[in-house]
């Protein structure tokens, strides 16, 4: 940890693998902004070893739960597009909204001086990739803040009240109608994810 208490993650201090498994450990307990400072600290320092001994570890990745987005990107080739899945596209959609969240892109929304079209990339990607019909069911940690983010700030008034019924139909649910947000399933490749050590 450093003096901010933030993790401390340099190369050359721990084995490889034991370093990439402590990150993705991080990663997944942490916040959307933590989970994208992980996924640039894999790709900026640990790109040889993903793309050789490390591959391994990123395939059983792609179905966790709150990292297989990333581990698509970290995947790809540098420089090709990255194809995902319908759900992950939403999930990635879900990601942005709880990065502008914690980037406090909506506490000015009342200020004389805020921009309306600052956020308009960011529903754009809502619109293009987010099904809010479905959204109820995604296992996003944030799931409850971002569709609350949604419901507040969308400037449709169709995707707001969409929204609205998705967290109803998210604080509703069942314990048992999906995994626990945030944590591995405890049978299946995702569960393997965060402990399997790549050699």
């Not at 194809?83 to 992950?88: C, T």
Request: hydrophobic share 35%.
């Amino acid at each position: 940890m450093n003096p901010s208490g933030r993790p401390c993650w340099q190369r050359g201090q721990r084995p490889e693998a034991q370093a990439i498994d402590q990150i993705l450990d991080a990663a997944r307990a942490g916040t959307a902004t933590s989970r994208m400072t992980a996924s640039t600290v894999l790709r900026d320092l640990y790109a040889d070893h993903l793309r050789g001994a490390g591959r391994a570890l990123l395939l059983d990745l792609c179905d966790d739960p709150v990292l297989a987005a990333y581990a698509q990107f970290l995947l790809a080739e540098p420089g090709q597009p990255v194809q995902l899945p319908p759900h992950l596209k939403q999930w990635t959609a879900l990601e942005a909204v709880a990065l502008a969240l914690e980037d406090g892109a909506f506490e000015s929304e009342g200020d004389p001086t805020h921009d309306p079209d600052s956020l308009a990339f960011l529903w754009q990607i809502v619109d293009q990739d987010a099904d809010l019909g479905t959204a109820a069911t995604s296992p996003h940690p944030q799931l409850g803040d971002i569709l609350n983010a949604i419901a507040a700030h969308h400037p449709q008034g169709r995707a707001r009240k969409a929204a609205k019924k998705a967290l109803f139909k998210a604080r509703n649910q069942q314990p048992g109608d999906q995994p626990e947000q945030g944590r591995r399933p405890p049978h299946g490749r995702a569960s393997r994810g965060g402990r399997r050590r790549s050699r």
